[in-house]
């Protein structure tokens, strides 16, 4: 998201009133999210954004909406999306390796500027090229012509076609600057007193004696320049030249106590020579490479300013879009390599007000999560369900290993993509949007040491429901199983009763048929999964628990039913 004065643009968070609340890491490792983050992206970073997108719920319809036309354009136009995330990563790029790294404590130099001109035009072009990628008619969703419109006003207000214009006059090719002349002017004791750039030059000085020409110029009245203006007549010589004696080494034998010269556009480092005790010379500042690389880094450091004006701001607040556009793009590319595997997926529809009551109904609606590790599609069980004022609570019973967790899971897996903006796995998924999905499944023995499984799952319980609103999606797995079933029993029927109070939509995965037999009132409705001869069929029904299945399955699974303990 980006805030840019009063303007917010964002492609996951429209500007409007939304309260988000986000979803724990028990629920969203209980719903099995991080197995499909990982199969969205393979990039860590990546992963981490995406599962922080979708754990992050609310329950505000327009947010779904703006979410849903947006993936829904990159899934129909991934030549689009592929050509903004190129560009978008040109300019997270200049961001993160470019001149805007440098602090403005840093002294630049002359590379600095030049390299600085090539980002500008590189930036320019991607904006340009973002505007017209934008531009396609194909495009309907809200977040993308709003981002549409931002980079236009960006364009304008930034004055590109300004910058343009001026870059086209400050672009030079660094190959082509030779040398730079710069002026000095010092006082009685021949220290600098102020400088400034005379002119950068396309051709390098003449080769000559620095020294004899500095001597020359001083014990010669008629060779001072009566103004500051250079005339051409002045010399410079390499520092260790090839071949040669050091620099250093001539200015030592020609005048001790000067200092080392270090040509400014090679470097901005300055040494002061040694200069023998009692010679009468400690006190002058023969520091001309030192002062020139001052008024360079100075020289450059303004222009770099000046030029920044256009882009420093913009470059950042662009490259804060790129990770939500990684979130549709990889999103869109799951999707359609789902779909390239033959499974079925479907644009989610929001509910709006009606009389019936009805808060989500699905069909042919299956578990992702098992589903992308399957190597066939035909191999996929879906089911059909429906929340509403008849339908509130389901009591979801059935054989052991008959799918229960599978189908809850899908449940909430529903909401998270839908909400998300993303294809469901279903024939067809209409819904009210949650403000949170609470899970309650069994948990790990060491979090249960000091309260005990009961009262770990207790207090799970408690604060769930107590954090939940009617808007809410709790689902239960196999809660409070770890004690008698008269104890269990009696806790889980007022949870049934207290959620029913509070309107909250649950699926309660249970192997206490009696809860199922005895609680079945309006609101609360009992589902099985149903099985035959012991052949699990994975498929859900709405009917009265079939009793002793799990008993049977149990006594089955270890040997103890009648005919197993006498056959042999």
């Known amino acids: 998201m980006v805030n840019e004065g009063n303007k917010v643009i964002s492609l996951i968070y429209p500007n409007c009133k939304a309260e988000y609340k986000t979803m724990s890491d028990t629920a969203c490792h209980d719903l099995g999210l991080d197995n499909i983050v990982g199969k969205i992206s393979s990039d860590p970073k990546e992963q981490q954004m995406i599962l922080r997108t979708l754990c992050k719920m609310t329950s505000s319809s327009e947010v779904a909406s703006y979410r849903q036309e947006i993936f829904d354009d990159f899934l129909?136009?991934?030549e689009l999306s592929d050509k903004l995330l190129e560009l978008m990563n040109q300019i997270e790029y200049l961001k993160d390796y470019g001149t805007w790294r440098k602090s403005a404590d840093e002294k630049p130099g002359l590379w600095d500027l030049m390299h600085r001109l090539d980002e500008l035009v590189t930036y320019i072009t991607c904006i340009e090229a973002l505007r017209d990628c934008l531009a396609d008619g194909r495009i309907k969703a809200k977040g993308l012509t709003d981002l549409r419109r931002y980079i236009d006003d960006l364009y304008e207000e930034g004055r590109f076609e300004a910058m343009k214009k001026d870059l086209a006059g400050l672009k030079t090719d660094a190959s082509s600057i030779q040398s730079v002349t710069i002026g000095i002017n010092v006082n009685s004791r021949f220290e600098a007193e102020s400088l400034g750039l005379v002119s950068v030059n396309a051709k390098p000085f003449k080769k000559s004696g620095i020294v004899s020409s500095f001597a020359d110029a001083l014990s010669s009245g008629d060779k001072l320049n009566k103004t500051g203006e250079w005339e051409g007549d002045m010399h410079y010589e390499l520092a260790d030249a090839p071949g040669a004696d050091s620099f250093l080494d001539k200015l030592d034998k020609t005048a001790g106590a000067m200092a080392k010269y270090t040509n400014p556009v090679l470097s901005s480092e300055a040494t002061l020579a040694s200069v023998p005790d009692g010679d009468g010379t400690a006190n002058s500042t023969f520091y001309l490479s030192n002062v020139a690389s001052k008024m360079m880094s100075l020289l450059v450091k303004k222009l770099r300013a000046t030029l920044s004006v256009y882009s420093d701001i913009s470059i950042v607040t662009i490259s804060k879009l790129i990770p939500e556009l990684i979130y549709y793009v990889r999103c869109a590319e799951f999707a359609a390599s789902l779909a390239d595997k033959g499974m079925i997926l479907s644009k989610p529809v929001l509910i709006g007000d009606d009389s019936s009551g009805k808060t989500m109904e699905s069909k042919g609606f299956y578990n992702l999560k098992?589903?992308?590790?399957?190597?066939?599609?035909?191999?996929?069980?879906?089911?059909?369900?429906?929340?509403?004022?008849?339908?509130?609570?389901?009591?979801?019973?059935?054989?052991?290993?008959?799918?229960?967790?599978?189908?809850?899971?899908?449940?909430?897996?529903?909401?998270?993509?839908?909400?998300?903006?993303?294809?469901?796995?279903?024939?067809?998924?209409?819904?009210?949007?949650?403000?949170?999905?609470?899970?309650?499944?069994?948990?790990?023995?060491?979090?249960?040491?000091?309260?005990?499984?009961?009262?770990?799952?207790?207090?799970?319980?408690?604060?769930?429901?107590?954090?939940?609103?009617?808007?809410?999606?709790?689902?239960?797995?196999?809660?409070?199983?770890?004690?008698?079933?008269?104890?269990?029993?009696?806790?889980?029927?007022?949870?049934?009763?207290?959620?029913?109070?509070?309107?909250?939509?649950?699926?309660?995965?249970?192997?206490?048929?009696?809860?199922?037999?005895?609680?079945?009132?309006?609101?609360?409705?009992?589902?099985?999964?149903?099985?035959?001869?012991?052949?699990?069929?994975?498929?859900?029904?709405?009917?009265?628990?079939?009793?002793?299945?799990?008993?049977?399955?149990?006594?089955?699974?270890?040997?103890?039913?009648?005919?197993?303990?006498?056959?042999?």
Do not use: W
């Not at 104890?487 to 809860?515: P, S």
């Open 76 to 78: 129909r136009l991934p």
């Open 370 to 568: 098992l589903a992308v590790n399957l190597t066939k599609s035909d191999e996929i069980v879906s089911n059909d369900l429906i929340f509403d004022e008849e339908n509130m609570i389901y009591l979801l019973t059935g054989a052991n290993r008959g799918g229960k967790t599978t189908l809850t899971q899908a449940i909430g897996l529903l909401f998270v993509l839908a909400q998300g903006g993303i294809s469901v796995p279903a024939e067809s998924f209409s819904y009210k949007p949650v403000d949170m999905i609470y899970t309650h499944f069994p948990a790990d023995e060491d979090k249960t040491m000091d309260l005990g499984r009961l009262g770990e799952e207790c207090v799970r319980f408690k604060t769930a429901y107590s954090d939940a609103t009617s808007l809410s999606l709790l689902l239960l797995n196999e809660s409070f199983s770890t004690t008698s079933f008269e104890e269990g029993y009696y806790i889980a029927a007022d949870a049934v009763r207290a959620l029913l109070k509070k309107g909250v939509r649950t699926i309660f995965n249970t192997h206490m048929h009696k809860l199922a037999e005895e609680i079945t009132n309006k609101g609360v409705s009992s589902i099985v999964m149903m099985s035959q001869d012991g052949v699990r069929s994975f498929k859900v029904v709405k009917t009265a628990p079939e009793g002793l299945s799990y008993a049977r399955d149990i006594a089955e699974k270890y040997g103890v039913t009648y005919e197993m303990l006498t056959e042999g």
